[in-house]
């Protein structure tokens, strides 16, 4: 079993930058490929970015490509996602994931999942 919590979400303005966090606790990452979903108000969970377990490739969003960037710290057992120039479009509840296939752009793919983190960005 593995548990996941994010943290590192707020409120920010446009064109801000955030880091957020994935701790995992209970086993570790380091042979898991982790992803980055979030959901907005009224809408479906989406894919935002992938890393394989490796660290030899990522994937991305094409909206958040060139803006995000998803990386890992095996060491520390954490995952993170840097969010750069961001747009009011971006406002959703940003969760953690593990998989076992890279890349993995359906939730149903992933087995466990953190709470989430509010990230609201104002125009």
């Known amino acids: 079993q593995v548990q996941l919590v994010e943290s590192g979400g707020g409120l920010v303005q446009a064109g801000d930058s955030l880091r957020l966090s994935c701790a995992a606790s209970?086993?570790?990452?380091?042979?898991?490929?982790q992803g980055w979903f979030r959901q907005a108000p009224g809408k479906d969970r989406e894919f935002v970015a992938a890393?394989?377990?490796?660290?030899?490739?990522?994937h991305y969003k094409d909206s958040v490509e060139g803006r995000f960037t998803i990386s890992r710290n095996d060491a520390e057992n954490t995952v993170y996602l840097q969010m750069n120039s961001l747009k009011p479009e971006d406002t959703a509840i940003y969760y953690c994931a593990t998989s076992n296939i890279f890349p993995a752009l359906r939730a149903e793919t992933y087995r466990y999942w953190g709470q989430g983190t509010q990230v609201t960005v104002s125009s």
């Open positions: 890393i394989r377990w490796d660290k030899s490739a990522t």
């Open positions: 209970g086993r570790s990452l380091s042979s898991y490929n």
